[in-house]
T-cell receptor
Framework: DAKTTQPTSMDCAEGRAANLPCNHS???????VYWYRQIHSQGPQYIIH???NNETNEMASLIITEDRKSSTLILPHATLRDTAVYYC???????????FGAGTTVTVRA | DSGVTQTPKHLITATGQRVTLRCSPR?????VYWYQQSLDQGLQFLIQ???????AKGNILERFSAQQFPDLHSELNLSSLELGDSALYFC?????????????FGNGTRLTVT
């Protein structure tokens, strides 16, 4: 039951902002958007999450559209170490687990 | 460093054997989750424990079992191992049974069944 749609892959230039889109057109009012990344078989790393307001932390910014049907994860200055699979996940506050899809393979190139 | 510790990092064993994977959650976290990641399946939720009690099951085989101990560490037991059980096994933890707090993952145990 895929709740999100992400591009399979994308390339980014080192030092530039990386904008990762995610479509979640069937999102419910109590569902949050979470972003994780997985670097080469390491454990998934939490990046950021939000409900409807834009969020920013030391790793990234999350922009959620007003209708909440899509969002964008922004890595402000991509580095080679940001090369990873990025997962956009929709999860309700009363849901016990995260359901991972295929994610977007992001390759940062020098 | 997520604060979630998994041991061992690597495990190689033969078909038919039994292994135990161990997970120590982040300090203060009461929920532990187990996930399996194989090449063709992606990250699959197996089971969740909260404060020692099983709370949710996903696609966990009957040959697999888990428990969470009073000190909150958890073990995943895999028995009658088959070649197809070769995968990365991740543990994650969170403060509560559910809610908006993110799950934090360990770096996994890579199981190879030969």
């Amino acid at each position: 039951d895929a709740k999100t749609t992400q591009p399979t892959s994308m390339d980014c230039a080192e030092g530039r902002a990386a904008n990762l889109p995610c479509n979640h057109s069937t999102i419910s009012g109590n569902e949050y958007v979470y972003w994780y990344r997985q670097i080469h078989s390491q454990g998934p790393q939490y990046i950021i999450h939000g409900l409807k307001n834009n969020e920013t932390n030391e790793m990234a910014s999350l922009i959620i559209t007003e209708d909440r049907k899509s969002s964008t994860l922004i890595l402000p200055h991509a580095t080679l170490r940001d090369t990873a699979v990025y997962y956009c996940i929709v999860r309700a506050a009363n849901d016990y687990k995260l359901s991972f899809g295929a994610g977007t393979t992001v390759t940062v190139r020098a | 460093d997520s604060g979630v510790t998994q041991t061992p990092k690597h495990l190689i064993t033969a078909t038919g054997q039994r292994v135990t994977l161990r997970c120590s959650p982040r300090s203060g976290d009461l929920s532990v989750y187990w996930y399996q990641q194989s090449l063709d399946q992606g990250l699959q939720f197996l089971i969740q424990y909260y404060n020692g009690e099983e709370r949710a099951k996903g696609n966990i085989l009957e040959r697999f079992s888990a428990q969470q101990f009073p000190d909150l560490h958890s073990e995943l037991n895999l028995s009658s191992l088959e070649l197809g059980d070769s995968a990365l096994y991740f543990c994650a933890s969170s403060p509560r049974e559910w809610g908006t707090s993110p799950l934090h993952f360990g770096n996994g145990t890579r199981l190879t069944v030969t």
